[in-house]
């Protein structure tokens, strides 16, 4: 059954850049993390960790802004993840960036699941504007399956300006070879305060991409939490009809009941043993 996921209670937000990313993405400009909650050193980590956990969270995004590299300055903060992991049987989802071999395997014993952006194609490239090459993302996303945490969940943004079918089509192919735990969708949402604000998102283009993810995935297909609004209930409930995902972040509310849809307090990225943890009663 598909099921629906959503950001309450039991799971966090956490920037360990606060507001700041190197990058400032054209379809971004660090508005989303500016929201995220501020701990941007080992000691205020745990100390957010701990007092979310008293108030009730048990998983915990950590994410923030990349530097020029494309890369989240994660490492420092693996010691007490792991440590918190072990003394309160939290769970850690990161968005990683590019990091290099070394730290991804440091990330196995501190790390649940990865939110990784594959930006391969040759829109999403040119708009984080990394000084690496595009290439590493594939490098990237190999090291991460062989030698990193159990749970790889590559994210791929469609209604990116320039991409082409063919762009898209080679990177849905290569991700999905990889044979990772789940595939993401995300949707380019034109953002206000950003240059994107403008730009539009064809429905039919982006429903050809999904189409695409889940026959190469068999089903193991998410739709992320990055979409725009005006396009949301159409694109869920044509998710859902054709049988195209495994799992929705957010999913419209009409939608949701419409469908009944099973809901979690999580990222849709939690991995299946621990759905039952997350589970949350909504009304249909």
């Known amino acids: 059954m598909i099921k629906g996921f959503t950001t309450r209670q039991l799971f966090a937000t956490l920037s360990i850049t606060g507001g700041h990313c190197s990058l400032n993405c054209f379809y971004c400009g660090s508005k989303y993390i500016a929201s995220m909650t501020e701990a ?15 108030d009730g969270a048990r998983g915990f ?29 939290v769970i850690f989802n990161v968005h990683p960036g590019l990091l290099d071999r070394y730290t991804i395997t440091l990330m196995r014993d501190a790390v649940d699941m990865v939110d990784y952006e594959f930006a391969y ?22 090291y991460l399956i062989e030698e990193g945490p159990e749970y790889i969940v590559p994210h791929i943004i469609t209604g990116m300006p320039g991409d082409s079918k063919e762009d898209l089509k080679e990177a849905i192919t290569l991700a999905s070879s990889l044979k990772p735990y789940l ?5 380019l949402v034109p953002t206000p305060g950003t240059p994107s604000f403008k730009l539009s998102v064809n429905f039919d283009e982006v429903l050809e991409d999904i ?8 089903g193991k297909v998410s739709l992320g939490c990055m979409r725009p609004y005006h396009l949301k209930e159409k694109l869920d409930r044509a998710v859902i009809e054709r049988n195209l995902v495994d799992r929705i ?7 949701q009941r419409e469908f009944r849809l099973p809901m979690y307090d999580a990222c849709c990225s939690l991995p299946e043993k621990y759905l039952e943890g997350f589970k949350i009663e909504v009304d249909n």
Do not use: C, W
């Open 249 to 255: 972040a957010n999913p419209h509310h009409k939608v």
């Open 121 to 142: 194609t040759k829109a999403a490239f040119s708009a984080k504007g990394v000084r690496a090459e595009r290439e590493d993302y594939i490098r990237v996303l190999e």
């Open 211 to 218: 189409t695409l993810g889940s026959k190469l995935m068999a």
């Open 183 to 187: 595939l993401n969708f995300l949707v």
């Open 40 to 54: 941007m050193t080992p000691e205020s980590f745990e100390k957010a960790v701990r007092r979310m956990y008293r």
């Open 61 to 89: 995004l950590v994410s923030g802004g990349f530097d020029a590299q494309g890369r989240l300055p994660l490492a420092r903060y693996l010691s007490v993840m792991k440590a918190l992991k072990r003394e309160l049987g």
